[in-house]
């Protein structure tokens, strides 16, 4: 004889009713990482959070992610041009004050970035 919990009923009963089927994220794979804030990264992408991080947050990661927005790039002006705005708007955050600990993030150097988009497309200057 086998006893079925309460709680073991509702999901039986949830799993008959069809309550679980095409659940947003059925069938993908879970991201677990060593990050031990990874389920808050996580929704911070997948509920599109970002506008909502401080601005330093989100001018740091801008700074992280820039070769990648670079790679995209055809132009060395506009390598440039997307550097001078990033570093324009580091600055203003400087400018700004902000609660809670200083938190720096440090200009883009235009020179390197634009040598690192020249490796990373195969050109040389």
């Known amino acids: 004889m086998e006893f079925e919990s309460w709680i073991d009923r509702q999901i039986r009963e949830a799993m008959e009713r069809g309550a679980f089927d ?10 677990l990482d060593q ?10 992408a997948d509920e599109n959070l970002e ?7 989100s001018l740091r990661r ?22 001078d705005d990033l570093n324009r708007r580091i600055r ?6 902000q609660p809670g600990p200083r938190i720096i993030v440090a200009l883009v150097d235009a020179e ?5 988009w020249r490796n990373g497309r195969g050109t040389r200057s």
């Open 112 to 116: 390197t970035a634009v040598q690192e």
């Open 62 to 83: 801008e700074v992280e992610r820039l070769p990648q927005t670079l790679s995209d790039v055809r132009r060395e002006d506009q390598v440039r041009e997307i550097v």
């Open 51 to 57: 506008a909502l991080l401080p601005t330093v947050v």
């Open 35 to 44: 990050d031990p804030d990874w389920w808050v990264k996580a929704k911070i």
């Open 22 to 31: 095409n659940l947003p994220g059925a069938g993908k794979p879970l991201h």
């Open 92 to 97: 203003e955050s400087y400018m700004r004050p």
